[in-house]
């Protein structure tokens, strides 16, 4: 088993969280409350009702979590391909698109079961938009009280809403992310060194950010909607099917992408940052700091 991929990106993923997070926050917001139309708008409202400190509600649990779960990612992809590169009696060669696809999937679906709880808080405390300095009481009062608030009222399982979405974005969208950083990375590569440098790591980090938030945006609407369902007033949708019907009924299709651009937007910084610490760190603990070691699934 390759542990240093589960250190690597575990610290990966904090840093990734530290630097998206307030555009994340803009993203949820414009997904799942109407009054807010668009990126800027979303933005200065925030900074103008909730100060600065609107734009990092909620951070401390997906910061604390996100370590937990972007190590699950990174270290399922890397022993997926592994095991598959051993069936096919390659062990040691370098693994096919279709074996990084799949196990990119993995590692997308896998996170899941770890992710939901702190990623339900992560969107109901993002989309608490009370400040206290304008004197009304916010529903909860941080992440821990938005956790047992949730288990109390919703029962254990409401930690879980949303988790088909979740794991239909995740999925799909995180096969897409590994073919795509694999694939840039080939391009890149210098055949004679075979090593890459920073610049071509951050990238086709940061590309491959954003070809998976395009194919995960639609599910990602759908997840938030459900996660945000029923808090501050009677439930609306009756699941995943009825959530999905009645958004394309009242918004229709479009809504689905209307936060496509803030997801690019956010992804490609967040996820230069990603892959460079990411590369970095699991070259340090399987080598030494002297180069980048070829991306994993390439050899």
């Known amino acids: 088993m390759h542990i240093a991929d589960f250190v690597s990106g575990s610290f990966a993923g904090a840093c990734g969280v530290a630097v998206g997070y307030p555009l994340d926050t803009v993203k949820v917001r414009i997904q799942t409350q109407k009054q807010f139309t668009g990126v800027y708008q979303c933005a200065v409202a925030t900074f103008s009702n909730e100060g600065v400190h609107g734009f990092f509600k909620g951070m401390f649990l997906p910061l604390a979590t996100v370590s937990m779960t972007s190590s ?48 339900i808080v992560k969107v109901r405390l993002q989309c608490q938009t009370e400040s206290k300095r304008g004197g009304t009481k916010p ?5 821990v009280h938005c956790l047992l608030s949730i288990t ?23 096969a897409t992310y590994f073919l795509t950083y694999v694939t840039i990375c080939e391009w890149l590569i210098d055949s004679s060194r075979k090593t890459l440098d920073w610049s071509a790591v951050m990238l086709a980090g940061g590309i491959a ?43 229709g299709a479009g809504v689905f992408f209307r936060s496509l651009s803030i ?29 980048v070691d070829p991306p994993v699934g390439m050899e």
């Open 72 to 119: 699950v990612v990174f270290g399922t992809y890397r022993n997926c391909l592994q095991c598959l590169s051993q069936a096919r009696g390659a062990a040691g060669g370098s693994n096919t698109k279709l074996e990084v696809f799949l196990s990119g999937l993995a590692g997308g679906i896998a996170q899941t079961s770890v992710m939901c709880p702190g990623d």
């Open 263 to 291: 997801n690019c937007l956010r992804a490609f910084p967040v996820n230069m940052v990603v892959f460079f610490t990411y590369e970095v760190l699991t070259g340090l603990l399987r080598a030494g700091p002297e180069s």
């Open 152 to 174: 109390k009222e919703e029962g254990f399982m409401g930690l879980y809403r949303g988790a088909l979405p979740l794991m239909l974005r995740d999925g799909p969208s995180y």
């Open 209 to 251: 950010g954003m070809a998976g938030w395009t194919v995960g945006t639609p599910m990602d609407v759908i997840k938030a909607r459900l996660q945000m369902d029923g808090s501050r007033d009677n439930r609306r949708y009756r699941g995943f099917w009825h959530c999905v019907t009645e958004t394309v009924r009242a918004e």
């Open 139 to 143: 529903k909860y009062r941080g992440p």
